[in-house]
């Protein structure tokens, strides 16, 4: 699976200590026409589109082409929070979303049993740490925090999206359907 951030960070030993081999793919990477990596899952996680934390968001942009097809093509994506109030940070997704960054602990019910729902597992449900909410998409809402959505799912052409404004690590079990169930497909 694919890892996009900077440099490795606590995030990527977590995957690998779950049994998922991971390959950092770096903004630079990201952007360049030329790069051509194989995965069946790429994970963005929380921060993406604020600069205090990474320059990811033009990268993802210059990309977008890319994620649509390696997603259309059977791939699974995870994005976390943008972890800034952005309107336009989710841009680059192949469908529209808005996210208002609010960061604090809610309870989290999850209304669908598509596998996404497994994604907070390892955590109480009643108090579960988000940097925000999604209150305009063209996704299935998996996961509710109060009247907002904090997690949505999106199947496009034969592989899938996952948008969370969770913010804690992935369950264990989550982590190893959803990074084994994509299909391997050129990014």
Known sequence: MGFVWQSKQHFNRYIEECGIACELVTPH???????????????????????????????LRAASPRIKQFVEMGGNLLTFGAAVDRPDAYDWLPFPVTYKHDCHSRKVDCISRSGADTIIDDYDPSSVECDGSFYAHEAESI???GSTDV????????GRIIVTSIHEFPSRNFLKTFCSSGKESRF
């Open 151 to 158: 997690i949505i799912e999106k199947n496009i052409g034969e």
């Open 143 to 145: 996961g509710i925090a």
């Open 29 to 59: 990477m990201l952007a360049a026409p030329f790069y051509r990596g194989r995965f069946n899952c790429i994970i963005i996680p929380t921060g993406f589109a604020n600069p205090a934390f990474s320059n990811l968001l033009p990268a």
